[in-house]
């Protein structure tokens, strides 16, 4: 039954939700120059604003962490006073709205900061060449120095301050995909032997730091998280990931944040060294708030909510394509099919 989606949900005593689902962070590489919201991602938003909650596409903590073009940024005044504006049109059309904060790591390049180089955690380049952009090749990382560690979870913990400035609800920290965070998380991008490496504990050091800092500053309650145990996009998995995450999330849980998101584009994907797909191992491990996501219908997602597989459902290309998604599926209209060349326009 599709009205499950339709049932409100209490994430936490600061929060409520109108109903379960959710718009997944969608990057959509359209922020003007200064990396500032354009009227068009306004519009983009507010049209939106029917969703339980918006969750924004990746926006950058700070200029070094920038991997594709225009994506917009939460560390200039200009940029703060962009998302303002989405955020009051968001609010004005009775939604709600949480920043997803970003840093790339080693798939940064410094083309687009006019950078010497890119931090991560250990000196292992990714493979490949950056999309759309196919004459750039990506860069050997400068593993990042205690100092600099200090000073991404500080960047990262400002953000957050900035994002309550710009009037939003709650932040998602992204520790998903592959990108900086989530490089600290697996062995094949983090091959580090000091505090930040080599253990689980050591691996979840850094990603726990940035989640304590940030709900520290803004409050747990406005505090949500994405990760992806298992690797897919960005690097490779390793079978001995599982101990990192099998100590991370049970850590997760203990600081009681607005919710768990599920990092994964198709949810059907198993992963060996998780015993299953990556929502039914973090179900397993995790006893709070889960919001699912990768490939769902209506009807697929409203029937993992009612198994008890998680609580909240997030859908992405399918609201690239359906502006009024939520309309649509309330009062039983058909969907528009997404294909990869709505990329180019915001509707
Ligand atoms: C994504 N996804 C994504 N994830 C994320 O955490 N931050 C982001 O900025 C983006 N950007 C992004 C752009 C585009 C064009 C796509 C297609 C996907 C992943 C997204 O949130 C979601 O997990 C997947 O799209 C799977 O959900 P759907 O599309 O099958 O409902
Ligand atoms: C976070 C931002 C990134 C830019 C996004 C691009 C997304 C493009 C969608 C392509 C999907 C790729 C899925 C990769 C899955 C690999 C499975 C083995």
């Known amino acids: 039954m599709l009205d499950t989606l339709f049932h409100p949900v209490v994430l936490n005593d600061t929060l409520t939700l109108k109903n379960r689902i959710l718009m997944a962070p969608l990057t959509r590489c359209m922020a003007d120059d ?10 983009y938003y507010a049209r939106r604003a029917d969703t339980g909650l918006i969750i924004s596409e990746a926006i950058l903590v700070r200029a070094d962490g920038q991997g594709y073009p225009h994506t917009p940024g939460l560390f200039t005044p200009e940029q703060i006073n962009g998302w303002h504006k989405v955020t009051d049109a968001v609010h004005n059309n009775g939604g709600k709205i949480f920043a997803q904060l970003w840093h790339t790591g080693r798939v940064a390049h410094p083309f687009f900061f006019n950078g010497e180089y890119v931090l991560a955690p250990s000196a292992i380049a990714l493979e490949g060449t950056l999309p759309r952009m196919r004459e750039l090749t990506y860069t050997v990382p400068k593993p990042a120095t205690k100092a600099e560690i200090e000073q991404l979870i500080a960047d990262f913990s400002q953000a957050a301050a900035n994002a309550i ?17 989530d490089q600290f998380l697996h062995f094949s991008t983090n091959e580090r032997d000091d505090e930040f490496g080599g ?15 940030i709900s520290q500053r803004i409050g747990r309650d406005r505090t949500g998280l994405r990760l992806s145990p298992g690797g897919y ?7 001995r990931d599982r101990a990192v995450f099998d100590y991370l999330l049970p850590e997760v849980e203990k ?3 607005a ?10 994907m198993n992963f060996d060294y998780l015993d299953g797909s990556v929502s039914q191992y973090m179900r397993a491990h995790y006893h709070r708030t889960l919001i699912g996501v990768g490939c769902y219908t209506p009807e697929t997602g409203s029937d993992a909510i009612e198994a008890g597989k998680f609580d909240l459902l997030a859908i992405g290309r399918p609201l690239i394509a359906n502006p009024d998604y939520v309309n649509k599926i309330q009062s039983g209209q058909a ?3 997404y294909d990869d060349t709505m990329l180019a326009q915001l509707i």
């Open 199 to 213: 253990t689980p504990e050591n691996m979840a050091r850094f990603p726990l730091a940035v989640i304590d800092a």
């Open 233 to 239: 996009f960005n690097l490779e998995g390793d079978s």
């Open 335 to 337: 969907l528009t099919p």
């Open 255 to 257: 600081r009681c944040l």
């Open 34 to 43: 200064n990396l500032v919201p354009t009227q068009a991602m306004i519009d």
């Open 259 to 268: 919710y768990l998101h599920v990092g994964i584009f198709d949810d059907s």
């Open 165 to 181: 400035d710009a009037g939003f609800d709650g932040v998602e920290i992204h520790g998903a995909n592959g990108y900086l965070i």
